[in-house]
């Protein structure tokens, strides 16, 4: 019976050390990516809404991405996001035609912007499908139900930046909250 009681107790101290390991781990998870939402997915978020809103008027989009390229100073970030924004655009076009003459390297950023103007979507929508998307990366090496959990938690976050940026249209006034943090991860 001893033996009993002296395993039970060590298992109990187990499960307590875990618990307390993973309230830390969440802590820390949601921690950074409330970081990185404030800083890198609101400068994606807004580049998306000024591209949308330059699309949807007929302004020139080329503005949208050098503003972008300027908050951006890491050149292979940039590079991978223009490979990847041109191929977010093939995969649209085979959805959207109108999209076939788009196709061309460019931000994600402004990729999705031209996207969701062509399908019809409002900005705030586009801010929080770029926000919800970016953060949906940063828990995908994460437990799946944590991961979940954690968005939960983040969802008032990702709302509030889809709401801040959500009435910008001018490539000049996308923020640049996230140079300082990407410039410093970079090096």
């Known amino acids: 019976m001893n033996e009993t ?4 107790l060590l298992a109990e101290r187990r499960t307590r ?5 993973e ?20 400068v994606e978020a807004a580049t998306a ?3 949308l809103n330059a699309v949807t008027s007929g302004v020139d989009r080329f503005p949208v991405a050098d503003a972008w390229k300027v908050r951006t100073p890491d050149p292979y970030t940039r590079m991978l996001s223009r490979e990847e924004g041109r191929s977010l655009l093939a995969r649209a076009a085979e959805s959207y035609p109108e999209l076939v003459a788009e196709v061309r390297p460019c931000p994600v950023p402004v990729a999705v912007g031209i996207i969701a103007a062509t399908m019809g979507l409002g900005a705030e929508d586009v801010a929080r499908i770029v ?19 954690w968005m939960q938690l983040l969802l008032p ?21 996230g ?8 090096s």
């Open 49 to 51: 809404v000024v591209a």
């Open 157 to 177: 976050d990702i709302k509030a930046m889809g709401r801040q940026v959500a009435h910008l249209d001018d490539p000049m006034r996308i923020p640049a909250t």
């Open 5 to 8: 009681w002296l395993l039970n």
């Open 179 to 186: 140079a300082a943090l990407l410039g410093a991860f970079a």
């Open 131 to 149: 926000g919800y998307d970016d953060m949906r990366m940063m828990l995908s090496d994460h437990n799946p139900a944590d991961a979940h959990v």
């Open 23 to 42: 309230l830390a781990e969440m802590s820390s998870t949601v921690h950074a990516c409330r970081v990185r939402l404030l800083t890198v997915t609101t």
């Open 17 to 21: 050390r875990d618990t307390d390991t």
